[in-house]
C-alpha cells in the first residue's frame, strides 16, 4: 500500500471525461500532459454528464492506472473503492453525500488511502476521530460549474477555520484560479484541488508549473 504524503495534495488534479467534452481520448491526452508536467495526484471522477456506461469506465479508469503508474503519480478514485480495489488506485475520495465513510473504512481501511470530504466543523469534529482517514478536501471554497450538485462556497475565512480544526491535512478544492491561488494556500492548507484549472486550460503544464512554483 501506498504511504500517504500530505505533499501529494499539493497540486491534485480531479476529472473525468465530461470535464473535456466527453472525449475519451482527450481526456487520456491532457491527464498525461498534466501527469508529466508534475501534478502531485491525480483523482479519477466520472460523474456529472458523463456519457460513458460502467464498462468504459472500467476500461478508462484501468489506462489511467498504468499512465499514473508510468509517472508515478498517486492515483485515487472518486467514492467507488470497489473500483479502486479493482484496478489497485493508490486511494479513494468519499464524498459527504455519496457513501458512508465507516462502510469504505471496512472495506478499504488499510488497502486504500482514503480521502473524506468536509465543509463544517461537526463533519471536521467527526473525521477527526476517524484514524482511517488520511486527508480531508473541503469546499468549495469559490462558485464553481465544475459540479452541478455542488454545495455554497465557504470562502477562503471558514476553509482556514476548517483547517486550523482538522488533525487531517487538507486539501481546497472549487473555484480555484490562479487569480486566488495565494489566497487559498495561504490558509495554511497542505494543497489544492482542481478541475478546470487544469483541464480547462490551453497550457496544461504551463499552469501545473505555476501551481507548482507557488510553493516555492
Known sequence: ??????????????????????????????????????????????????????????????????????????????????????????????????????????????????????????EIAKANRLSAVDYIGAGPVFTTNSKGDADPAIGVEQLKQLNTASQHPMVAIGGISQANLTDVLNTGVAGVAVISMILGSSDIAGTVELMRAAYK
Open 1 to 122: 500500500m501506498t504511504v500517504f504524503d500530505p505533499n501529494m495534495l499539493r497540486v491534485y488534479l480531479v476529472g473525468g471525461t465530461q470535464d473535456t467534452g466527453n472525449d475519451p481520448d482527450r481526456f487520456l491526452r491532457d491527464v498525461e500532459t498534466a501527469l508529466k508536467a508534475g501534478v502531485t495526484a491525480f483523482q479519477y471522477r466520472e460523474k456529472d454528464g458523463s456519457l460513458l456506461n460502467h464498462a468504459e469506465t472500467v476500461q478508462l479508469a484501468h489506462r489511467l492506472r498504468e499512465l499514473t503508474r508510468q509517472y508515478q503519480v498517486p492515483y485515487f478514485i472518486d467514492d467507488d473503492e470497489k473500483l479502486a480495489l479493482q484496478v489497485e488506485a493508490d486511494g479513494v475520495h468519499v464524498g459527504q453525500k455519496d457513501q458512508r465513510i465507516e462502510k469504505v473504512i471496512q472495506r478499504a481501511g488499510g488497502k486504500l488511502l482514503i480521502g473524506y470530504s468536509c465543509n463544517t466543523a461537526a
